[in-house]
T-cell receptor, first 114, second 111 residues
Framework: GNSVTQMEGPVTLSEEAFLTINCTYT??????LFWYVQYPGEGLQLLLK?????DKGSNKGFEATYRKETTSFHLEKGSVQVSDSAVYFC?????????????FGKGTKLSVKP | NAGVTQTPKFQVLKTGQSMTLQCAQD?????MSWYRQDPGMGLRLIHY???????DQGEVPNGYNVSRSTTEDFPLRLLSAAPSQTSVYFC??????????FGSGTRLTVV
């Protein structure tokens, strides 16, 4: 079945550092890929998405590229801020029936220090 | 637009009690799902529905019941609460493509 593996945390960075959170997936067909963010005490918000190979999703300075050859969707940001401290979830979604469910990685907690 | 509305936000139950977590959406989406979030476990799918009258089990369905009589509502029932069901519960909804929209969550404690 479909699955998502993302790097374990927690990750602690200084403000303005470069961020990479690795995410790889296993899926049949061509799923859509997502990054969700959860700020402390809140629900999940969609951060960015990509729906086909070589698509790049971007939002709020974060980027991720759908790499089918390496089955990866790594999240990057060039300069993190304290306000980026949150838990980040990589997820995938197939098409139709049970494949249409959203499958999550276990999450990576990011802490950014001033 | 309310999006996805979950109630209650917080709940404390005694072991053996039953309760229903409510979820309502105004987005006319086909897919609705219930997830639970536990530390170190990410989000795990409990039950899902691909349309009114259609429900199916996810990864961790034991101890929970669902029904989908309308497009808008997808309640989650705990039949006999156990401490292992202490968790944060999220309802989510999606159309046929792309991402899900999540409710704000219900924090449940079973004592």
């Amino acid at each position: 079945g479909n699955s998502v593996t993302q790097m374990e945390g927690p990750v602690t960075l200084s403000e303005e550092a470069f961020l990479t959170i690795n995410c790889t997936y296993t899926a049949t067909g061509y799923p859509s890929l997502f990054w969700y963010v959860q700020y402390p005490g809140e629900g999940l918000q969609l951060l960015l998405k990509a729906t086909k190979a070589d698509d790049k999703g971007s939002n709020k300075g974060f980027e991720a590229t759908y790499r089918k050859e390496t089955t990866s969707f790594h999240l990057e940001k060039g300069s993190v801020q304290v306000s980026d401290s949150a838990v980040y979830f990589c997820a995938l979604r197939g098409y139709g029936g049970s494949q249409g469910n959203l499958i999550f990685g276990k999450g990576t907690k990011l802490s950014v220090k001033p | 637009n309310a999006g996805v509305t979950q109630t209650p936000k917080f709940q404390v139950l005694k072991t053996g009690q039953s309760m229903t977590l409510q979820c309502a959406q105004d987005m006319n989406h086909e897919y609705m799902s219930w997830y639970r979030q536990d530390p170190g476990m990410g989000l795990r799918l409990i039950h899902y529905s691909v349309g009114a009258g259609i429900t199916d089990q996810g990864e961790v369905p034991n101890g929970y019941n669902v029904s989908r009589s309308t497009t808008e509502d997808f309640p989650l029932r705990l039949l006999s609460a156990a401490p292992s069901q202490t968790s944060v519960y999220f309802c989510a909804t999606a159309g046929t493509a792309y991402g899900y929209t999540f409710g704000s969550g219900t924090r449940l404690t079973v004592v």
